[in-house]
């Protein structure tokens, strides 16, 4: 069974730092894309940032550019996602996804391509 595991979330002030992980059980991240999503109260969920299975291609949201970075460890089977200089606007559920690949560029793009969602953490940036 494919399973995705998010820890890291949690309430800090605007212009501080989270690092939120997406840990797999049940099969390796190896061959997998993996994305990141976010959902806000009363908004749809959007795609934040990817990470090829290779990862040698990233992918992030005009939002977040420049603020977030993301990263895996195959060998720890965890993907990461550094988020800088938080604002109230980065406030939402934030999930990790697996994706079957395909064009990179399609990645938190769709969400026809997921295999497997984690349950969710809450980040709120409020002072």
């Known amino acids: 069974q494919l399973q995705l595991v998010e820890s890291g979330g949690g309430l800090v002030q605007p212009g501080g730092s989270l690092r939120l992980s997406c840990a797999a059980s049940?099969?390796?991240?190896?061959?997998?894309?993996i994305g990141w999503f976010r959902q806000a109260p009363g908004k749809e969920r959007e795609g934040v940032s990817c990470?090829?299975?290779?990862?040698?291609?990233?992918y992030y949201a005009g939002s977040v550019k420049g603020r977030f970075t993301i990263s895996r460890d195959n060998a720890k089977n965890t993907v990461y996602l550094q988020m800088n200089s938080l604002k109230p606007e980065d406030t939402a559920v934030y999930y990790c996804a697996a994706d079957l690949g395909g064009p990179f560029e399609l990645c938190v793009r769709t969400q026809l391509r997921i295999v497997s969602w984690g349950q969710g953490t809450q980040v709120t940036v409020s002072s």
């Open positions: 990470i090829s299975s290779s990862n040698t291609n990233t």
């Open positions: 049940g099969f390796s991240l190896d061959y997998y894309y």
